[in-house]
T-cell receptor, first 116, second 110 residues
Framework: DAGVIQSPRHEVTEMGQEVTLRCKPI?????LFWYRQTMMRGLELLIY????????DSGMPEDRFSAKMPNASFSTLKIQPSEPRDSAVYFC??????????????FGPGTRLTVL | EDQVTQSPEALRLQEGESSSLNCSYT??????LFWYRQDPGKGPEFLFT???AGEEKEKERLKATLTKKESFLHITAPKPEDSATYLC???????????FGGGTRLMVKP
């Protein structure tokens, strides 16, 4: 298994531009999570999906952030317009559904976003 | 609100010098406590899940323990390759969301 795949690995953009981050989950994993990691705030959950349906988006900081999961193999996190304070590493993580024992999440390599 | 506090923030050890990392938590019904390792430029890598007080799990030089208020990650005779940030997270009974601590950055010198 290739694990969780994220793209791009690095993104540098200018303030005001639209940014789209992509994630391909591990096959068979029913849950998908988007996190943001910064030095100041650590690892924060933004939103998560179960079977492609958004369940909790209370961590999404503002309306500039949106996430979609059109199918079981793909999810996007979009920031429009981007601001310098959005600079962070964004991680996608997935886990299996079913029995509660399968709660461990598997993380992708992350996308390092820099907004100038 | 669930809270997780890790200490120390940073720890420097000599190779072979055993020590422990602490994770204190408050949670509304613990479903599980998770330990992850994160190397620079990479995503967190799952290490252990602990489900109830008194439980212990081991992997190579690492041993995780759990009480009702905290968890410890014991590192026995560490090697330089154990250098990483170790993250602790809790999952409550209400849902599927992990709450992470700030991490402990471990540096092991040869």
């Amino acid at each position: 298994d290739a694990g969780v795949i994220q793209s791009p690995r690095h993104e540098v953009t200018e303030m005001g531009q639209e940014v789209t981050l992509r994630c391909k989950p591990i096959s068979g994993h029913d849950y998908l999570f988007w996190y943001r990691q910064t030095m100041m705030r650590g690892l924060e959950l933004l939103i998560y999906f179960n079977n492609n349906v958004p369940i909790d988006d209370s961590g999404m900081p503002e309306d500039r952030f949106s996430a979609k999961m059109p199918n079981a193999s793909f999810s996007t996190l979009k920031i429009q317009p981007s601001e310098p304070r959005d600079s962070a590493v964004y991680f996608c993580a997935t886990r299996r559904g079913g029995a509660w024992a399968y709660n461990e999440q598997f993380f992708g390599p992350g996308t390092r976003l820099t907004v100038l | 609100e669930d809270q997780v506090t890790q200490s120390p923030e940073a720890l420097r050890l000599q190779e072979g010098e055993s020590s422990s990392l602490n994770c204190s938590y408050t949670v509304s019904g613990l479903r599980g406590l998770f330990w992850y390792r994160q190397d620079p430029g990479k995503g967190p890598e799952f290490l252990f899940t602990l489900y109830s007080a008194g439980e212990e799990k081991e992997k190579e030089r690492l041993k995780a323990t759990l009480t009702k208020k905290e968890s410890f990650l014991h590192i026995t005779a560490p090697k330089p390759e154990d250098s990483a940030t170790y993250l602790c997270a809790v999952l409550n009974n209400a849902g599927n969301m992990l709450t992470f601590g700030g991490g402990t950055r471990l540096m092991v010198k040869p």
